[in-house]
Structure formats: structure tokens, C-alpha cells
Nanobody
Framework: QVQLVESGGGSVQAGGSLRLSCVAS????????MGWFRQAPGKEREGVAG????????VYADSVKGRFRISRDSAKNTLYLQMNSLKPDDTAMYYC????????????????????WGQGTQVTVSS
């Protein structure tokens, strides 16, 4: 079992930056696939970024490439999502997710491959 707690959301103007954090606890000794997803009202859950903690392989949705960066601090068991050049379309609830090995980091819509989810943190970008 893995527990995930996100933080760092908030309101920002377009062009601004935010950094989301996700603290993992529980069975975190092995390498995991972890990801960030987002869901806006009335829309499907969308994959944003994924990482395999074993060797830091990353994957990004096309909509955030060059603007967002996923990273992990293994000593703190914390996953980060640095979000720059934010746009109003980035407004959503952002969720952290984890998938135990064997796994492949994924940003497939819906996130069905991920077993564990946090409660989410809201990001609102105004124009």
C-alpha cells in the first residue's frame, strides 16, 4: 500500500509558475512508476507527466512539453511537478498517482495503469 498526499496548488495568472508536491508513504522501498494527472470539470482525466523512479525515465503529454517538469527527491519520498508558463487551459484538479513495478511510466488518458491516487490539489490559472 502507498499513500499519496499532494500540495502546492493555488491560483496564478497566465504565464506564472507553480510547483506541486506529492509525498509518498507506505511501501515506497522499491522503484515505482509515478505520474501527475489532471481533470477539469466535465472532462476526462488527462495524463500530464510520468516518471520511473528507478532510473528517472520521464514521459510528458504534448500539451505540457517544454513547460512542465516532473522530478523526484528519493530522500524525501516526494514527487514534484514544476509548472511554468501556465495557461488558463491548465486549470484543473491535479492528482498524483503511483504504480508498483513492473511498470512503464504512462500519461495515457484515465490513468488506469496506476493503482494508488492522492486526493488532488486545485490549480487555477486566470487570463
Amino acid at each position: 500500500q502507498v499513500q499519496l498526499v499532494e500540495s502546492g496548488g493555488g491560483s496564478v495568472q497566465a504565464g506564472g509558475s507553480l510547483r506541486l508536491s506529492c509525498v509518498a508513504s507506505g511501501n515506497t522501498e522499491s522503484s515505482y512508476c509515478m505520474g501527475w494527472f489532471r481533470q477539469a470539470p466535465g472532462k476526462e482525466r488527462e495524463g500530464v507527466a510520468g516518471i520511473y523512479t528507478g532510473y528517472s525515465a520521464t514521459v510528458y503529454a504534448d500539451s505540457v512539453k517544454g513547460r512542465f517538469r516532473i522530478s523526484r527527491d528519493s530522500a524525501k519520498n516526494t514527487l514534484y511537478l514544476q509548472m511554468n508558463s501556465l495557461k488558463p487551459d491548465d486549470t484543473a484538479m491535479y492528482y498524483c498517482a503511483a504504480d508498483p513495478p513492473p511498470c512503464t511510466p504512462s500519461v495515457a488518458p484515465g490513468g488506469a495503469s496506476y493503482n494508488y491516487w492522492g486526493q488532488g490539489t486545485q490549480v487555477t490559472v486566470s487570463s
